[in-house]
C-alpha cells in the first residue's frame, strides 16, 4: 500500500523584515527536518524586503540605513549566518579604534576604558576620566556599600540613580543607553532591557562587586579586548564584508524559491474559520485566504489591528506598546575637512546637553570598505523618545542641524562628499515599565489561538539576535500547536 502524501500546512508570514524572512527560514528548516511540507505565503506591505535594514552603494561609499553590526553574545545571529554560509563574510570590527566618546560641556571626552554602559570594570581608567567631577566619583563608588533594594521592576533611571548617583546618570549611563534604545530613561524598564544588573544587585548586593567578580573569571581574548575598550564591549560585535544587507539578501535567496512573496500587499484583517483555521483578508481583494498557521513579524500596533475582530485584548495590549520614531542622517566628509581626528566607533550625547541630536557612529571607523580612501562615514541620529518634535522638521531641515552639530561638536567643514536620510517611524518599541508583564500577558492570550504567534521587536528584544531567535521560537510554538508534535 502506497502511503499518501501528507497535506502541506499552510502559512502566512506578515512582515518581510528580518524577522518575517528568519520566520520563513525556521519553517523551512523545521518541514524538511519534520517531512513535513508546507506553503508559505510572505506578506510585505512595502515595495521592499528587509524593515529596517539598508545597505546602499553611494558615492564610493558603503553606507548603512539600519543597524551596522550585530552582538554575538546572544546566539541566534551568528548561528543565522553560519546556516547560510556566511561565515566567510563576517568580519570584525576595527581594533585599533575601539572607544567611544561622551559629550562633556560641548567637547568630546573618552569613555573610559571598560566602562559597562552603567559602571566601570575598571576603576582606574573611570577615576582618571574627567566625564564626572570628583564628587561624582566618589558617589558611583558608593555604591559599593548601598544596601541592595532590587524592585520587580524599575526604571533606568531610578536603578542608576539609586545605585550610582544623579551625576552618573545623567553624564554617562542616559546616554549610553540612550543609544541604544532611543528611550526616555524614566520609563525605560531595567528588566526588560538590561536586567543583568539588576541580578547582579540582587545576588552581589552590588554592581561593582558583580563586574569585579565577573571580570575576574573571564580569561578569554575577548575579555581582555572589551576590558581595554572604552564604552560598549566591541570586540563581541560583527558585520558582514559588503555590509549587514549581506544577511538579508542571503536570508531571501535561501528561501525565495520556496515561498510565495506578497510585495505591496497589505493585510487588513486576521479571522477564525469555524473548522479551526484562520482567514487573512488583503486590501482591495475579496478572496478570502486560509491559514493553518499566522506569525505576524510586525509592530505591536499592526499587529494588534489585525487582530482586533478575533481577540480585542489581545488586540489592546498589543497597540499598548508604545513606540519612537528616529532619523539617520548619513554623510561622508574627507578627513580632511574635520578637526578632530575621528579615531573612535562615535559618541553619545546626554539629555543635559541639550543638543539636537542623539549620537554619532563612525561607521567606517568600525568597520572597513565603508567609505573611500581619506573619508569617513557619519551617522548622525536625531529624534527618539526624548526629541519627537524635531522629527517634524523636513530631510533638508535634518541635513542642516547635523551639519550645525557636527561643525560645532567635531570642526567638521565644508560640503559632505555624500548624504542620505533615512527616516524610521514608529520602529523603536519602547520597553516602558510593566513590559514584561504585558508580554506575560499576550502570551497567555496567544494559548488560546493555536497556530498564532507574534514575532518582531516588539516583545522580547530590539536587537538582531533578539529578533531572529523571537522569530524561531514563534514558528516552533506555532509548528507545536499545529502538529502536536515538538
Known amino acids: 500500500m502506497i502511503e499518501s502524501p501528507k497535506t502541506p500546512i499552510r502559512w502566512a508570514v506578515v512582515g518581510g523584515g528580518l524577522s518575517g524572512l528568519a ?16 506553503e508559505i505565503d510572505l506578506y510585505e506591505a512595502s515595495d521592499r524586503l528587509g524593515g529596517v535594514f539598508g545597505t546602499i552603494e553611494q558615492d564610493g561609499y558603503l553606507l548603512e540605513t539600519g543597524a551596522d553590526m550585530f552582538i554575538t553574545n546572544k ?31 560641548g567637547r568630546p571626552v573618552p569613555t573610559p576604558a571598560g566602562f559597562d554602559l552603567m559602571a566601570p570594570r575598571q576603576l582606574h581608567p573611570f577615576l582618571k576620566s ?41 553624564r554617562m549611563i542616559q546616554p549610553m543607553i540612550g543609544g541604544i534604545y532611543t528611550a526616555d530613561p524614566a520609563k525605560l524598564s531595567l528588566r526588560a532591557t538590561l536586567p543583568r544588573f539588576l541580578e547582579m544587585e540582587k545576588q552581589y548586593g552590588s554592581v561593582l562587586r558583580g563586574l569585579k567578580l565577573h571580570s575576574e573569571h573571564e580569561n578569554s581574548a575577548d575579555a581582555i579586548v572589551n576590558n581595554q575598550a572604552s564604552g560598549a564591549r566591541y570586540g563581541m560585535f560583527l558585520s558582514f564584508d559588503r555590509g549587514m544587507s549581506v544577511l538579508q539578501e542571503t536570508l531571501y535567496q535561501a528561501i525565495e524559491n520556496e515561498i510565495t512573496l506578497h510585495k505591496n500587499t497589505t493585510v487588513e ?33 499592526v499587529a494588534g489591528k489585525l487582530v482586533e475582530e478575533l481577540d480585542a485584548y489581545l488586540s489592546s495590549e498589543l497597540n499598548a506598546i508604545p513606540y519612537a520614531s528616529a532619523a539617520i542622517v548619513v554623510t561622508g566628509y574627507p578627513l580632511s575637512q574635520i578637526q578632530h581626528p575621528m579615531e ?26 565603508r567609505a573611500p580612501e581619506g573619508s569617513i562615514q557619519l551617522r548622525t541620529f536625531i529624534g527618539g523618545a526624548l526629541q519627537q ?49 504585558r508580554v506575560k500577558r499576550i502570551g497567555k492570550q496567544l494559548e488560546k489561538h493555536p497556530g498564532l504567534a507574534v514575532a518582531g521587536n516588539a516583545l522580547n528584544g530590539v536587537g538582531i539576535p533578539d529578533v531572529i531567535q523571537t ?16
Open 23 to 38: 520566520a520563513c527560514q525556521h519553517l523551512l528548516s523545521l518541514s524538511k527536518l519534520k517531512s513535513t511540507p508546507v
Open 130 to 170: 574627567p566625564i564626572l567631577s570628583p564628587t561624582g566619583k566618589r558617589r558611583v563608588l558608593q555604591e559599593y556599600w548601598i544596601e541592595a533594594a532590587p524592585q520587580e521592576d524599575e526604571s533606568l533611571q531610578d536603578f542608576a540613580v539609586r545605585r550610582f548617583g544623579r551625576e552618573a546618570f545623567e
Open 75 to 105: 546566539p541566534a545571529g551568528l548561528k543565522l549566518a553560519k546556516q547560510l554560509g556566511l561565515e566567510n563574510r563576517l568580519i570584525e570590527t576595527e581594533a585599533r579604534y575601539r572607544k567611544s566618546m561622551l559629550l562633556r560641556e
Open 269 to 301: 484583517k486576521i479571522a477564525l474559520q469555524e473548522f479551526g483555521s484562520y482567514d487573512v483578508s488583503v486590501r482591495n481583494e475579496n478572496t478570502p485566504r486560509y491559514y493553518d498557521g499566522i506569525i505576524l513579524a510586525a509592530p505591536g500596533y
Open 389 to 437: 518634535h524635531l522629527l517634524e522638521k523636513d530631510d533638508d531641515e535634518l541635513l542642516a542641524i547635523t551639519q550645525q552639530e557636527l561643525r560645532e561638536i567635531f570642526g567638521v567643514e565644508g560640503t559632505p562628499e555624500t548624504t542620505h536620510v533615512v527616516r524610521w517611524n514608529r520602529a523603536m518599541p519602547q520597553y516602558h515599565v510593566g513590559h514584561l508583564d
Open 344 to 369: 573612535c566607533f562615535g559618541m553619545v550625547i546626554p539629555a543635559i546637553e541639550r543638543r539636537n541630536i542623539l549620537a554619532v557612529s563612525c561607521t567606517s571607523r568600525k568597520f572597513p570598505n
Open 471 to 486: 522569530a524561531q521560537v514563534s514558528v516552533e510554538k506555532c509548528w507545536t500547536e499545529i502538529t502536536g508534535a515538538d
